[in-house]
């Protein structure tokens, strides 16, 4: 390295001075004195160069090391691409990693299901391999053609250049199914769903067509997994209704709802925002708005289909119950 290099140069001897035979003894004498002097000199030079040198190589080795331990940390972008599902299921190593990080996923309850078996695999190789993993579930109990007979849960693993194991990424819950679906990935690295076979209803668009039945509000405030999905869509929401188009109004609980049953499920609700500071708004503390949601019979997601504005409160409005 040029470390190494430097090193010698700077230790080479010093030049020789050459002596006159005409000299006097004492002019040698002072002459010698003087060389060492000046040897002393130049070796504590060279020892404190090398000193420095030697601090400056190791920051930059340490550095560099670094930056290699923790490459695969710092890039991990898309260009995953699909590879033989079958050579990483009887890889037992990777199998039993994957299955095991599932129980990660948030919302899926493992010891309902049994049968795991991997469906899609795609890798992406940055300073290592990453894993795109998508596992079906198999319901331990469930009727023919049931909506949640199989559930579907997306692994990302990691694992580092020469390694065996592999390190837990993430792992979400993509959603239930009455069969195993065709994953397929585009270009774009998204991922898709397929079915093969004709589906239990055929639906193209969600049908409102009257006869809501109405439920009861409080067990809808209940359900942490149905608030969640209205706080997740009130980003979509504050675009459709410009009066609470704004980041100070968050959610504060569902007022009235009701449900139909028609290729699927259809929900009628009415919520309420709040103002999330302390600041007196009056008449417009709370925002109320009806929104319109569809739930397909093939999976549990919900979408949001409508929203509109109802009107200002100044107080937190009541529960309207069946």
């Known amino acids: 390295c040029m470390c190494i290099f430097f090193f010698f ?10 002596q006159s035979r005409s000299s006097a003894a004492s002019d040698v004498y002072k002459r010698q004195v003087s060389t060492q002097s000046t040897w002393g000199q130049y070796i504590n030079k060279v020892d404190q160069m090398n000193k420095t040198l030697l601090v400056i190589c190791l920051v930059l080795a340490l550095t ?9 940390k710092l890039i991990r972008a898309g260009g995953y691409g699909a590879r033989d599902v ?7 190593n990777f ?15 493992v010891d309902e299901y049994a049968k795991p078996q ?10 290592g391999t990453n894993f795109r993993v998508q596992v079906a579930f198999e319901r331990k109990e469930h009727a023919e053609n049931q909506d949640d007979s199989f559930a579907i849960v997306q692994v990302t693993l990691y694992q580092a250049i020469g390694q065996e ?8 819950l993509f959603g239930y199914f009455w069969a195993i679906p065709n994953i397929s990935v585009s270009e774009a690295g998204d991922v898709e769903f397929s079915i093969s076979g004709p589906p239990l209803v055929q639906i193209e668009e969600p049908q409102f067509v009257g006869g809501f039945q109405t439920q009861d509000p409080r067990e809808f405030n209940k359900d942490r997994k149905f608030l969640d999905v209205i706080v997740n869509l009130l980003p979509s929401i504050r675009k459709q209704v410009s009066e609470v188009n704004t980041k100070d109004l968050i959610f ?13 499920t259809n929900y009628e609700a009415t919520i309420a925002l709040k103002r999330r500071s302390r600041k007196a ?3 417009q503390s709370y925002a109320v708005i009806r929104v319109d949601l569809f739930r397909g019979l093939q999976d549990r997601k919900i979408q949001l289909i409508g929203a509109s504005f109802v009107e200002w409160s100044k107080n937190r409005p009541q529960l309207v119950l069946p």
């Open 9 to 18: 140069l700077m230790i080479r001897r010093p030049p020789r001075s050459t």
């Open 165 to 172: 194991s592999y390190e837990f990424s993430s792992a979400e």
């Open 252 to 264: 504060d609980r569902v007022i009235s709802i009701g449900t139909q049953v028609v290729a699927g």
């Open 86 to 92: 079958q050579e990483f299921t009887s890889n037992e």
């Open 95 to 109: 199998f039993n990693a994957v299955v095991e990080a599932t129980r990660q996923a948030e919302g899926f309850k």
């Open 281 to 283: 708004w009056g008449a």
């Open 118 to 127: 991997l469906v899609a695999v795609q890798s992406q190789v940055v300073a």
């Open 64 to 72: 560099f090391a670094k930056k290699v331990t923790n490459s695969h």
